[in-house]
């Protein structure tokens, strides 16, 4: 069974650093996970992100 998430809200409130912490424990606890930015304008991730193309 899978599981999914939809982060959103506004510029700055964090969705990045959420994200980060997440992918840090699920590979912390050895789960697999799968990050898809949608954002056009972000360029520098601290994780590995799914781009759609």
Same mark, same amino acid.
């Given at each position: 069974?899978?599981?999914?998430?939809?982060? #959103?809200?506004?510029?700055?409130?964090?969705?990045?650093?959420?994200?980060?912490?997440?992918?840090?424990?699920?590979? %912390?606890?050895?789960?697999? #996970?799968?990050?898809?930015?949608?954002?056009?304008?972000?360029?520098?991730?601290?994780?590995?992100?799914?781009?759609? %193309?």
């Amino acid at each position: 069974m899978g599981y999914a998430q939809l982060v #959103i809200g506004p510029a700055g409130s964090g969705k990045s650093t959420y994200c980060s912490s997440l992918y840090q424990h699920c590979q %912390t606890i050895g789960r697999n #996970i799968h990050i898809i930015n949608l954002d056009p304008a972000a360029e520098n991730f601290d994780y590995p992100v799914a781009t759609g %193309t």
